[in-house]
């Protein structure tokens, strides 16, 4: 059974400061990893993924994320918060044997940014 | 490349009343995904398609939820009768058959309050 934990249902930040949203996960088998971004009513859009290549991964808009088995982590990072950075970040788990191509998503996080 | 299409985005009904919904995923993808979304809380799988058959419907209250993807193409979910805890925003997603890791595409999802 696969699971997704995100510490942290609201963080907030300054603008310009670093955003660290944390996600552990539990897969009994190698993971597919994704964080996703939900902006105020509209769908979620793929911020980053981790595929079993690098385990640092860059993603869109100066996001990146670092996978570390050993700790069962996938926190998200970004070293100055914009404005246009608050919404609901979601981290997903995805089982890598799977054919389903399933995810097992987080509660999610707000982020919030004070100018 | 049109993304993944959903209407109504906006629906309001009476407990024990119907309601429908309708996605149009990326052209070419395979695999449809229909998820249910509570406020404060992380995407939940209801339904998973591969083509136009049935791959995953283990979470989806099947007394009152149903849904098809007739041609493999466009799909409806239904809700017979509604109950106040369907509130939510149910989602549509889609994925292609390649690549590692290929993601899911998701639509703006249909807001559905239920009085």
């Known amino acids: 059974a696969q699971s997704v934990t995100q510490l942290g249902s609201h963080v907030s930040v300054s603008e310009g400061a670093l955003v660290l949203l944390r996600c552990n996960y539990s897969?009994?088998?190698?993971?597919?990893l994704f964080w996703y971004v939900q902006y105020p009513n509209q769908g979620l859009q793929l911020l980053l993924k981790?595929?079993?290549?690098?385990?640092l991964v860059k993603g869109i808009n100066g996001f990146e994320a670092e996978f570390k088995k050993s700790e069962t982590s996938f926190h998200l990072t970004k070293p100055s918060a914009h404005m246009s950075d608050a919404a609901e970040y979601f981290c997903?788990?995805?089982?890598?044997?799977?054919?389903?191509?399933?995810?097992?998503f987080g509660q999610g996080t707000t982020l919030q940014v004070k100018p | 490349e049109a993304g993944v299409a959903q209407s109504p985005r906006y629906k309001i009904i009476e407990k024990r009343q119907s309601v429908a919904f309708w996605c149009n995923p990326i052209?070419?993808?395979?695999?449809l995904y229909w998820y249910q979304q509570i406020l404060g809380q992380g995407p939940k799988l209801l339904i998973q398609?591969?083509?136009?058959?049935?791959?995953?419907d283990s979470q989806l209250p099947k007394d009152r939820f149903s849904a098809e993807r007739l041609k493999g193409v466009d799909s409806t979910l239904k809700i017979q009768p509604a109950k106040l805890e369907d509130s939510a925003v149910y989602l549509c997603?889609?994925?292609?058959?390649?690549?590692?890791?290929?993601?899911?595409?998701f639509g703006p999802g249909t807001r559905l309050t239920v009085l």
């Open positions: 997603a889609s994925r292609t058959e390649t690549g590692e890791g290929n993601e899911q595409f």
């Open positions: 897969s009994s088998v190698p993971p597919y």
């Open positions: 981790y595929t079993s290549a690098a385990t």
């Open positions: 997903a788990v995805r089982s890598t044997t799977s054919n389903t191509g399933k995810l097992i």
């Open positions: 052209s070419g993808h395979a695999t």
């Open positions: 398609f591969q083509n136009n058959g049935v791959v995953d």
